[in-house]
């Protein structure tokens, strides 16, 4: 595991993304979430596994390119922005909702 997050595992994970791409993929017991970008494959699975007490059986990223927004006249980029989707072993899940 890289140096820069082995004392904060829980700095690695932003929030998980809800969208509707991802929601379908809660049915193949595939969790996205947006990390750190700095975060390496094997930082996001131990925190994962650490954090939600699972059995991780693999991590695929994305870095997907930065948007140009205006204000104006004004032209900015927002922040950059890293997903990760997360593929747990069968009968491990994460509870994304919480129950009513």
């Not at 954090?51 to 205006?70: Q, W």
Request: proline share 6%; net charge positive; aromatic share 6%.
């Amino acid at each position: 595991m890289a140096e820069r997050f082995s004392s904060r595992l829980a700095d690695v994970i932003r929030r998980p993304l809800i969208t509707e791409k991802a929601t379908r993929a809660l049915e193949m017991n595939q969790y996205t979430f947006e990390v750190d970008p700095r975060a390496a494959k094997p930082d996001i699975k131990a925190a994962v596994e650490h954090l939600f007490d699972v059995k991780v059986i693999g991590v695929s990223t994305m870095n997907p390119p930065r948007r140009t927004r205006r204000v104006g006249r004004f032209a900015g980029r927002r922040s950059q922005v890293k997903k990760a989707v997360v593929r747990l072993a069968e009968g491990n899940s994460i509870q994304l909702f919480p129950e009513s």
